[in-house]
């Protein structure tokens, strides 16, 4: 079973500060991890994701986001916010199933709001 | 490359009608698509899984004689939402899996918005 924890509905940031939206993770087995972006009315656009290796790992638009066992999170982040990243974002694990198909289940997602 | 289209992207229709949404793997052949419903602020979630040329396997709680999914080509799944209700209303979106990449990478649609009067 796996499960995916996102901490604030809503995250509030101005121009040019720090991002960080929060993800945990529950997986009975090593996990995939993904980090994917939604604008209003539009389908999902992968960010990043984790799946061995480096456990930093570096996305698109700037993104970043650690892979941290011990803490079984997930965290995305991004050095200084544009008003282009105002969007849902949502975090996703990810293992293989027993008919073979690695199915993601999504955690309820983080509106970022970006002010001026 | 790995675009998935959905057809129509907005439809509204009566209550008691049937709808069929179209997605397509543009520039790939997707040997397994998937079907997600989204409601207004919540996160997606998986209604069923089809594989080309077999029977789609549902999530539980999804009744599969109301929301018909056919994958009868490597590029091409459709989900019917018979008798359709005003509860049926939501934001549908397919992905696809691609037949030579990694198993673990899904492309997403842009979303089908049914709204059902």
């Known amino acids: 079973a796996q499960s995916v924890t996102q901490l604030g509905s809503h995250v509030s940031v101005s121009e040019g500060a720090l991002v960080l939206l929060r993800c945990n993770y529950s997986?009975?087995?090593?996990?995939?991890l993904f980090w994917y972006v939604q604008y209003p009315n539009q389908g999902l656009q992968l960010l990043l994701k984790?799946?061995?290796?480096?456990?930093l790992v570096k996305g698109i638009n700037g993104f970043e986001a650690e892979f941290k066992k011990s803490e079984t999170s997930f965290h995305l982040t991004k050095p200084s916010a544009h008003m282009s990243d105002a969007a849902e974002y949502f975090c996703a694990v990810s293992a293989l199933s027993s008919g073979g198909s690695y199915i993601p289940t999504f955690g309820r997602g983080t509106s970022l709001i970006v002010h001026p | 490359g790995a675009v998935v289209s959905q057809h129509p992207s907005r439809v509204i229709c009566k209550s008691g009608t049937s709808v069929k949404i179209e997605c397509r793997s543009l520039d790939f052949q997707a040997t397994t698509m998937f079907w997600y419903r989204q409601f207004p602020k919540q996160s997606l979630m998986l209604m069923a899984t089809?594989?080309?040329?077999?029977?789609?396997?549902?999530e539980q709680g999804v009744e599969k004689d109301k929301f018909l999914i056919n994958h009868a080509s490597l590029t091409l799944s459709t989900l019917t939402v018979t008798s359709a209700h005003p509860e049926d209303s939501s934001f549908y979106i397919c992905?696809?899996?691609?037949?030579?990449?990694?198993?673990?990478?899904?492309?997403f649609g842009p979303g089908t918005r049914l709204t059902v009067l």
């Open positions: 992905s696809a899996r691609a037949q030579d990449r990694r198993a673990d990478t899904q492309y």
């Open positions: 984790y799946t061995t290796g480096a456990t």
């Open positions: 997986s009975s087995v090593p996990p995939y």
């Open positions: 089809s594989n080309e040329g077999s029977k789609a396997t549902y």
